[in-house]
């Protein structure tokens, strides 16, 4: 006889039956990492970490475990699990992810259309965008901005598969702990267009205004249901992010090396030589 409803009932089960304990650990675990508490490179120790979500010693070594398929913990031996660090290569991936993805969700939430809420929420996030450069005290405010808007997209296309938490964990570590590079990369790296400029000043007024309306036409599309314009408008704006990354590999010269050491090169050191004022007082 058919098993149509032992196959039914098993396809529809939850696809994570684990215990509560380790599911509490991992998503402790994964939001502890998506602050910037943490450092690149820190040490995590098991059973500090145990006793911090109130979960047993085996739920917490399956969440770390989970994390180092994630790629957001490695293991040591000898050291134990530590905090990935995050290569100019990592970066790469991550704009090339993000180019591969938020096309494809914003058509989705385009052509099905916003919810009042979701407008409202979009909306909002695109005016905090819009706040100009002089009045922010951190440059690095802008790209958490800019960031959320693109990320709550994603969220709001409700695809499982883009939204899953190691894809969620690369996304959210790699801006939490490096920021601070990412604004370096993308508004310094000798590109062309900022070449084109007399000086820094006019690029970054250009670069403003050419964020601003990028992300109002990518708003425009989706509260429109233009699902095909808000595919383009996306991924236009994501390729420039991944022009910049490739420009910066050039530039290093090694995709390996550590965010954390970009400082200590000789291509950053006169990177910032070249715009050292305006680093300075935009950080």
Not at 246 to 274: C, H, K, V, W
Request: hydrophobic share 35%.
């Amino acid at each position: 006889m058919p098993r149509t409803t032992k196959t039914s009932s098993s396809r529809l089960a939850p696809c994570d039956e684990r215990e509560p304990d380790f599911i509490s650990a991992s998503h402790q675990l994964t939001q502890k990492l998506f602050s910037k508490e943490l450092e690149s490179g820190v040490q995590l120790k098991e059973s500090v970490l145990a006793k911090e979500f109130n979960v047993t010693r085996p739920a917490m070594r399956e969440a770390l475990s989970q994390a180092i398929g994630w790629r957001l913990v490695e293991y040591v031996p000898y050291c134990g699990y530590r905090i990935r660090v995050f290569t100019l290569g990592d970066l790469r991936d991550w704009v090339e992810t993000r180019e591969g993805i938020e096309p494809i969700a914003a058509r989705r939430v385009a052509s099905r259309g916003l919810t009042d809420a979701e407008r409202k929420e979009l909306r909002k996030l695109f005016e905090k965008i819009t706040i100009p450069m002089a009045k922010r005290k951190d440059p690095n405010d802008l790209l958490r901005d800019d960031m959320a808007f693109h990320y709550t997209i994603v969220r709001m296309s409700g695809n499982c598969r883009f939204n899953e938490p190691g894809l969620a964990g690369f996304y959210n570590s790699v801006l939490a702990h490096h920021h601070r590079y990412l604004w370096t990369l993308l508004s310094y790296t000798n590109t062309p267009e900022r070449n084109a400029y007399p000086d820094i000043e006019s690029y970054f007024a250009s670069t403003e205004t050419e964020t601003n309306r990028s992300h109002k036409l990518i708003l425009q599309a989706l509260e429109t249901q233009d699902y095909l314009a808000a595919e383009t408008h996306v991924r236009q704006h994501c390729s420039c992010n991944t022009k910049n990354i490739y420009d910066a590999i050039r530039l290093f010269g090694d995709e390996s090396i550590p965010l954390d050491e970009l400082e200590n090169t000789e291509a950053m050191q006169r990177l910032l030589a070249q715009f050292g004022s305006m680093v300075s007082n935009k950080r």
